[in-house]
């Protein structure tokens, strides 16, 4: 007598909350081996729209925040993933239709990236910012800042770590995100979102869209208040289309990345969604 | 509130809104805008690069002329001495009778009736061609003695004749924040200036810059200075390290300037000590001009308190006018 | 005659010798153009200077060849101590004949001599110092041992400081062991072709240092070349963008500096003397040509009027005329095609509403100028509030709370530069930090180091040149990609950075 069991709706994660895509669109989830999964919502341009303006409300607060404290947050995601390890390892079997060793690895490394991330926020200030020697009577400091609004492509190749790896390292600054998961394995990214949700990570800071990066990255390339787009897992996308779409608003871009090194963690995911900014103060003693 | 006993200015208890007592007059001296050393010393540094050249450099020879305070302050000054200041301030360059004259021989208060006397019917008013008597007073440089020998020095250099008393404020008063004591000991010196027939003379007031230290303080001094009656503020005493600097003058002409579109009042400025050059005197022209304006480049509004400088001058405008270098000893050693 | 009109003092051109005609500057030597050569002209007196060869599509093929070999097979393997060893001797040439930049600069950009002899050429010189410095220390730059130079860099730079935007982009480019093609602005060839012949007396390696000159279809030819590595571009947004877009799905690193709309926020509490200053060097400086001008002035509502009196009367001490004249402040526009754009501007801001005035001066016959002028009663959605005039043109807005002025600064596609004038140090950290803009200024404006970076957010551009920072964008990490962290171990990751 086995328990019929409870399957879950997975819905789009939008400003703190989960809610369906307003044109109303699913797309089938099948496993790995053709098994039906779920409907996940099918995100439209409006979504990514109203997911854009939920991640701009949250840029003053999250970049707000000390760099202590977006330390914790982040590090707080990793606390929470781990009591959810056996949720996700299941998930990634299921639909990559890897062993359990393969997809507890994914689940650790995704666990760990946070970590390692959650490290840097209140370092790489220090790393990537400098004293100016300018000859003159100046106090002159350049800081790294975060850019904003980033929008991000997930790599389509993996359920988890390939979103963490490159959601973690463009909120580490204070930047906030839009991010389009694997269109054949975004669960796993609403399941996450549902960690976001229930650890401290302010609503809006984290944006998830499930559906078409065909069809919502155009939309994101060219959206005017989006300051940064991560083209990592558009590979197989028009992606020079998309970065011709950035550069009327001069966005930052990151080029795609293919295979299972997609995303490294790595210093520079988080100076390339960084400005400097260099502040001149006069000093006189008299 | 240090109950000092201050005497009322009238245009001062109208700006303050009250008496010129300590709580007021740091209320109004810490309410102007502050000075951005940075800004300031690039903005003097910026008009001391005005290029003067041919006929304007003519005319800036000649004005200097006309604006210094000849000066000798020396404790070995004599009778003797002080006739050949007054030889050299009537007759600067004995080779070219149309040099101007300057505009004042400036000495000790005991030297007054002996410059005076040798200056004859030179002495007068330097708007009108003549040269003036102006006298350090009030203890001069220090300051330190009681507000009474204070006094008493004014009157006598004033009862021998001096035109114009440069006196020095009580820095130590100022910098410890008892700015009515200051204010008051200002209003005094002015009183004493009195002369028997109701008229005054000129009131230089000393802000001893070098002791002020901050571009702050020289910008709250000098409007206290104003404030208080003072005709002119002046920056140094010559015997403190910095004396005048064209940063310091630039900002002193600032508040003259600001107090002037308060008021309408015009008070003068002198920058005295260490301006020993044509070339360094030129700038001040330039700085004057430029914040304040041309009109304040007479006597009665602008003076360089000087004595080496007259000899580079006298140089320069030989220069000028024979075209080709001049040397020391085709001028007069005073 | 007022003393104030101070006498004539002009900067002598004898230093100065100019050819009649100058070449394309290729592996070392100038030769001709393939296209049709044009003059450059003086804008102050709209006389002839020189003729310029114009290169044509074969002649940025060439100059990128000659960057080429140059790269592979000498500066590429060259120490980074021969390297800085050439660039330190280029500061020296450059302070050796800094007049004659000074002068040359002055005559072909219509900047007041005053600028180009104490702020263009000496910055020139220290930025070659500066990086001259860094060429034997890459390792030290931030992005890991042994960061390898990019390759074959292709510059293009404006007409606003011809010579200073050239060491801007010569200089890191060397320092990390780039070869280099450059194409000053058409209006303003001349400094970049004496520099070409500093490069000869410095006895750098051919082909090292190329100069092309032309206009704008030549400078698409050169930042669209294939065999080109890097492309670093300074001037207007719309360029950029356009360079933006040539450059996707390539491996072109790019870096832009575009245009700005800076505000320059003046507090109650702002130390007023100095801030009219500020404001008078904000936007009037080289004819409001900068693009990190402070353009428009946000002022306390409070103390509007005072400022404004304040600052017309300082703007009516304000020389303008012949830019070799040593006491000149503002000299002339540096093209018809500017002065054009900046009339029409101005008067769309008379016909939205704005207040004009305009500072009495007499404006010489011939050649390009324009008064300074500013206007109040500007609000934000007038165009004058929102576009690069890139003139000497100021918009005055008011604001009430610090909070107001920083949204307001803030309004804005551009963050290139910003000031802020105020005593209070809380409130300068506090609103630096909220100002979205690459440079901040704290009471002070437009000061520019060698050592420190400058560069903007948003539509104002990407990457930052100065400092560190400047020679990082020349550079590549010469380290393989970190590989993943081992999937199986449950052990923190130890190290993954590369850079």
């Not at chain 1, 106090?139 to 359920?159: C, H, L, M, R, Y």
């Not at chain 2, 571009?215 to 200075?225: E, F, K, T």
Request: include cysteine.
């Amino acid at each position: 007598m086995t328990r019929l069991a409870v399957p879950k709706t997975y819905k789009l994660y939008i400003g703190g909350a989960f809610p369906r895509s307003e044109s109303g669109r699913t797309y089938e989830i099948v496993s790995a081996k053709g098994a039906f999964l779920a409907n996940a919502a099918k995100a439209s341009r409006k979504d990514a729209r109203d997911a854009v303006v939920a991640a701009r409300a949250a840029v003053g607060g999250w970049s707000g925040a000390t760099a202590y404290n977006r330390g914790q947050v982040l590090y707080r995601i990793a606390e929470l993933l781990e009591g959810r390890r056996a949720q996700f390892v299941a998930e990634i079997v299921d639909a990559e239709g890897v062993t359990t060793a393969v997809a507890s690895a994914q689940v650790d490394t995704a666990i760990d990236r946070w970590v390692w991330y959650a490290g840097w926020t209140d370092k790489y200030a220090q790393v990537a910012g400098n004293a100016n020697p300018v000859s003159g009577p100046y106090f002159n400091i350049s800081v790294p800042e975060p850019t904003g609004v980033v929008a991000i492509i997930a790599p389509q190749d993996s359920s988890l770590l390939g979103l963490v790896s490159a959601v973690a390292p463009a909120l580490v600054a204070g930047n906030t995100v839009v991010v389009v998961a694997s269109e054949r394995l975004p669960l796993s990214a609403i399941s996450l979102a549902e960690v976001l949700a229930t650890s401290d990570v302010p609503k809006g800071v984290v944006n998830v869209l499930t559906g078409s990066p065909a069809e919502i990255a155009p939309w994101l390339a060219s959206h005017q208040d989006v300051n940064a787009l991560d083209l990592v897992g558009a590979g197989d996308l028009e992606w020079i289309d998309l970065q011709i779409a950035a550069a009327d608003t001069l966005k930052r871009v990151l080029p795609p990345e293919n295979g299972p090194d997609a995303a490294a963690p790595s210093l520079d995911r988080i100076t390339a969604f960084v400005e400097t900014k260099t502040v001149w103060h006069t000093k006189g003693l008299i | 509130m240090t109950g000092t006993q201050i005497v009322p200015g009238e245009r001062a208890i109208a700006l303050l809104g009250g008496e010129a007592n300590d709580a007021n007059l740091r209320r109004y001296l810490h309410g102007i805008p502050g000075v951005d050393a940075v800004g300031l010393e690039q903005r003097a540094a910026g008009l001391g690069t005005r290029s003067i050249k041919t006929t304007s450099k003519a005319w800036a020879l000649d004005r200097i002329i006309g604006l210094i305070d000849l000066t000798t302050l020396e404790g070995a000054d004599t009778p003797g001495k002080v006739r050949s200041l007054v030889a050299k301030a009537v007759t600067p360059d004995a080779s070219d009778p149309t040099c101007p004259r300057v505009a004042a021989v400036c000495v000790y208060g005991d030297m007054v009736p002996h410059a005076v006397q040798a200056l004859g019917t030179a002495h007068g008013d330097p708007d009108q061609g003549k040269i003036a008597v102006a006298a350090v007073a009030t203890a001069f440089p220090s300051g330190r003695s009681s507000r009474s020998i204070k006094l008493e020095d004014t009157a006598d250099a004033v009862a021998a004749g001096a035109d114009e008393i440069d006196m020095v404020i009580d820095r130590g008063a100022f910098l410890s924040g008892r700015y009515g004591q200051v204010y008051d000991e200002i209003v005094a010196v002015k009183e004493a200036c009195r002369r028997a027939d109701g008229t005054y003379a000129h009131l230089k007031v000393i802000l001893e810059t070098g002791e002020l230290n901050t571009y702050d303080n020289v910008r709250r001094a000098s409007w206290l200075g104003i404030l208080a009656g003072g005709d002119f503020i002046k920056t140094s005493t010559g015997k403190v390290a910095p004396a005048a600097t064209l940063p310091v003058t630039l900002l002193m002409l600032e508040v003259v300037r600001d107090w002037h579109r308060l008021s309408g009042e015009k008070v003068g400025v002198k920058p005295a000590g260490g301006i020993r050059a044509s070339k360094d005197a030129i700038k001040y022209l330039v700085t004057v001009a430029e914040t304040v304006g041309e009109e304040w480049l007479t006597p009665h509004l602008f003076r360089f308190g000087a004595s080496s400088l007259l000899n580079d001058v006298l140089l320069q405008r030989q220069k000028m006018t024979t075209g080709h270098y001049s040397g020391p000893d085709y001028v007069t050693i005073d | 005659m007022s003393f104030l009109e101070y006498a004539p003092a002009p900067e002598s051109q004898a230093i100065l010798n100019l050819r009649d005609s100058y070449g394309l500057f290729i592996d070392g030597e100038f030769r001709e153009g393939h296209g049709t050569p044009f003059a450059s002209i003086s804008p102050a007196t709209e006389k002839h200077l020189a003729t310029i060869a114009h290169a044509d599509a074969s002649d940025v093929d060439a100059a990128v060849a000659a960057a080429r070999r140059a790269y592979d097979r000498t500066w590429s393997r060259m120490s980074g101590a021969d390297r800085g060893k050439y660039l330190f001797r280029i500061a020296r040439l450059v302070q050796e004949r800094s007049r004659e930049l000074a002068v040359a600069e002055s005559l072909d950009n219509g900047k007041p001599i005053k600028e180009s002899r104490d702020v263009d050429v000496p910055l020139v010189a220290a930025w070659f110092f500066y990086y001259a410095g860094w060429a034997d220390k890459l390792d030290h730059v931030g992005l890991g041992a042994a960061p390898a130079p990019l390759g074959v860099a292709a510059q293009v730079i404006p007409w606003n400081f011809p010579l200073l935007m050239l060491a801007w982009k010569i200089a890191p480019a060397l320092a990390a062991g780039n070869t280099v093609v450059l194409k000053p602005a058409e209006t303003t060839s001349l400094t970049a072709l004496l520099f070409a012949e500093i490069v000869q007396q410095a006895d750098l390696p051919p082909g090292v240092v190329n100069i092309i000159t032309g206009a704008g279809e030549t400078g698409a030819a050169l930042v669209g070349h294939g065999d080109v590595d890097k492309v670093a571009f300074t001037g207007s947004t719309s360029v950029g963008r356009a360079i933006a877009r040539s450059v996707a799905g390539t491996n072109k690193k790019l870096t832009l500096e575009l245009g700005g709309k800076a505000a320059n926020i003046v507090f109650d509490d702002a130390p007023i003397d100095q801030a009219i200053e500020g404001i008078v060097n904000g936007i009037f400086f080289n004819q409001g040509h900068v693009c990190c001008a402070g353009s428009r002035l946000l002022v306390q509502e409070s103390i509007h009027d005072e400022v404004i009196d304040r600052l017309k009367t300082r703007l009516s001490t304000l020389r303008l005329g012949d830019p070799l004249d040593k006491n000149t402040d503002i000299g002339a526009i540096n093209s018809a095609e500017q002065l054009e754009r900046i009339r029409e501007l101005s008067d769309v801001g008379e016909a939205e509403g704005a207040e004009r005035w305009t500072a009495a001066c007499t404006i010489p016959e011939n050649g390009f100028w324009f008064a300074p002028t500013i206007f109040t009663n500007v609000s934000t959605s007038h165009r004058i509030a929102r576009e690069e005039i890139f003139g000497p043109v100021l918009s005055v807005l008011t604001f009430r709370t610090p909070a107001e002025a920083v949204a307001k600064a803030n309004n804005t596609p551009y963050g290139l530069s910003a000031g802020i004038w105020t005593d209070k140090g809380s409130r300068i950290l506090a609103v630096a930090d909220k100002l979205r803009a690459g440079v901040v200024w704290a009471n002070t404006f437009n000061r520019f180091d060698p050592s420190s970076p400058f560069g903007g957010y948003k539509e104002s551009g990407y990457g930052r040149e100065g400092g560190r920072h400047g020679i990082a964008a020349y550079l590549k990490t010469s380290a393989p990609t970190v590989a993943l962290p081992s999937a199986t171990a449950r052990k923190t990751v130890s190290k993954g950075a590369t850079k």
